[in-house]
């Protein structure tokens, strides 16, 4: 059974940093692009950062550039995502999802998902 479990959410103030922990079982993760999605109350779920099967190539959302980075230890089967300079409007519920396409963007290519870690940014 596959399973993947974020967790590392949390409150911070605006402009602080938070690292967030996705650690997944049940599948080989070394084949799987891994990425970061984000929901706020009333949206759409929203792609945040991904990476490659071997980490050699990311990608982000364009809020996400330059203040979010993303890590994967295939090794351990974890994948990170460190979050810098944080604004309310970064305050959502974080996923940690699993693809076996490379790099999507999209929530439909990807067919795992934890159930999500709680970021709020208080101003």
């Known amino acids: 059974q596959v399973s993947l479990v974020e967790s590392g959410g949390g409150l911070v103030q605006t402009g602080g940093s938070l690292r967030l922990a996705c650690t997944t079982s049940?599948?080989?993760?070394?084949?799987?692009?891994m990425a970061w999605f984000r929901q706020a109350p009333g949206k759409e779920r929203e792609f945040v950062a991904s990476v490659s099967w071997i980490g050699h190539e990311v990608t982000f959302g364009d809020f996400a550039k330059g203040r979010f980075a993303i890590f994967r230890d295939n090794a351990k089967n974890t994948l990170k995502l460190q979050m810098n300079v944080l604004k309310p409007e970064d305050s959502a519920v974080y996923f940690c999802a699993a693809s076996p396409i490379d790099l999507p963007t999209t929530v439909t290519h990807y067919d795992y998902w934890g159930r999500g870690t709680q970021v709020t940014v208080s101003s």
């Open positions: 049940g599948l080989t993760f070394s084949r799987y692009t």
